[in-house]
């Protein structure tokens, strides 16, 4: 037998690799599938199945693309309603793989359809659950997320997930091996470890949903409290995962599309498409095509994508690094966004090497900061709610990255203002936002609030979030 879990760092993301004498199972697939067909190859084995946990809302699955290349049945838990053709499995239901065997336990809360799957080694023994965004490592599920498409409440599914790990994951032995979806950086729970792979035993020890004597109302208030909105394009994903998707190559291939310079300006002045460039933020700061977003590949790129653009039929011209132009489509196809116009041949340098207009972010360095700042001095810290609360400049105001686009009548007209985030990734996303917006009286502060700290400004300490 092996089990092997194929991480995704930018998206949080765990697929999982099982063989067993000669027979395959894939969980949660990527979209590009091509990594799974050449282990199976280097196996001498055959996908037998795919196995989905639940309908993503994080990134779209592979699932359709790897059941037609492959003959094998997609499985879902139950009350899965897909567009495509699709085994629906039942409470229990057991799936036997080589001399293993899987079998499907429903455990809805996350979603209604939401299921763990128990892997049995070759001895009839628990060895392991696939836990999808049921039980995380240190968190579980956020229960918000199909409460509008199951017509129930967050509450209603938050006391799901409660029976759910009490009847189907608790009573399991404290050995059994925890194969989560995500890990730290997902959007489908609040507290994710930085580990991705633990057992049941570490789990009821730590992990306080799975606190022995918690009631049920307790629960529910502890698993729905400080949850942020989902970003806008979640549902989209869903829809995706349900009804099904283009092929990934074909994607690849139309996004791949190189333009020169003029090309490439016609195509930004006369379609609706948006300029996205991922090149790194210290580059985007010194020189970028006037009202382009950045958003860099090297941070974390599709969430904030799928969070700050939102409509996954977006068009999009790309100014990528070169090299790294069939990286960027893949990754935007990850959450959906597969309407990649082309590339800017020769990337920023030959647009700057035409004579073109270019624009740039004034950036200061946080000792240069400390000797401008006063009392009176606008500040915008646009890390999360959560970073804020901890620790801040005394006068900051937060305007979370997440929400700018609801922010920008805060920000003043006249008279420059700084903005800061962590480390200086997510403030020259906002700042490349405003300045498509037309605000250009800002002033990035390089490095962030970890800069900022070390320059030795005063910080405020924790404050309460109910009080912000």
């Known amino acids: 037998m092996k089990i092997e ?5 930018c998206l949080a993301q765990g697929a999982y690799y099982i063989e067993s004498k000669g027979e395959v199972a894939i969980i949660d697939p990527l979209r590009e599938i091509n ?9 001498d084995a055959k996908i037998k199945y795919i196995f989905e946990t639940h309908f993503h809302a994080d990134f779209v699955s592979g699932h359709v693309t790897l059941s037609k290349k492959t003959d094998a049945p997609i499985i879902y838990g139950p009350t899965a309603k897909t567009a495509f053709d699709s085994l629906i499995a039942y409470d229990g239901q057991k799936f036997k793989l080589g001399d293993i065997t899987i079998i499907a336990l429903h455990t809805p809360g996350h979603t209604q359809e939401s299921t763990t799957y128990l892997l049995k080694d070759s001895n009839g023994k628990d060895h392991a659950i696939f836990s999808g965004d049921t039980l995380f490592l240190g968190d579980v599920g956020r229960p918000d997320l199909a409460q509008k498409a199951a017509d129930v409440t967050q509450d209603q599914l938050a006391s799901m997930l409660f029976k759910s790990l009490r009847t189907k994951i608790m009573p399991l032995a404290d050995e059994v091996i925890v194969y ?12 994710l470890s930085k580990e991705t792979i633990g057992t049941i035993g570490e789990q009821k020890r730590i992990n306080y949903a799975l606190r022995e004597d918690m009631t049920e109302a307790e629960f529910i208030k502890e698993v729905t409290d400080g949850l942020l909105p989902p970003p806008q394009y979640f549902p989209l994903n869903v829809q995706l995962n349900k009804e099904g998707y ?5 994607v690849l291939k139309r996004g791949a599309q190189e333009f020169d310079v003029e090309e490439f300006e016609q195509q930004a002045k006369h379609s609706e498409a948006i300029i996205l460039d991922v090149r790194n933020q210290t580059n985007f700061a010194i020189g970028h095509i006037p009202g382009s977003i950045f958003i860099g590949i090297d941070g974390g790129f599709a969430p904030w994508v799928g969070a700050l653009i939102g409509d996954i039929k977006q068009p999009i011209l790309l100014v990528t690094p070169s090299g790294r132009e069939q990286e960027t489509i893949t990754r935007l196809s990850r959450v959906g966004f597969d309407n990649t116009v082309g590339i800017l041949k020769g990337g920023f340098v030959s647009w700057k090497e035409s004579g073109k207009e270019i624009d740039n972010v004034h950036s200061i360095s946080a000792k240069e900061f400390k000797n401008n700042l006063t009392d009176s001095s606008p500040v915008f810290d646009v890390r999360k709610p959560g970073e804020y609360s901890s620790e801040h400049i005394p006068h900051a105001k937060n305007t979370s990255l997440d929400f700018i686009n609801e922010h920008l009548n805060d920000f003043p007209e006249n008279g420059n203002f700084y903005i800061h985030c962590a480390g ?7 700042a490349s936002i405003l300045k498509r917006r037309g605000i250009h009286n800002l002033i990035d502060i390089k490095g962030g609030f970890g800069a900022i700290k070390q320059s030795g400004i005063v910080i405020s300490d924790y404050v309460c979030p109910s009080t912000l």
Do not use: V
Request: with cysteine; net charge neutral; aromatic share 10%.
């Open 180 to 191: 989560p979806a995500h890990g730290a950086g997902s959007a489908c729970g609040k507290n």
């Open 35 to 43: 990594s799974y067909l050449k282990k199976a190859k280097q196996d």
């Open 5 to 9: 879990q194929i991480y995704t760092g």
């Open 424 to 430: 200086g990734y997510r403030s020259m996303i906002a």
């Open 246 to 250: 283009e092929d990934f190559d074909d």
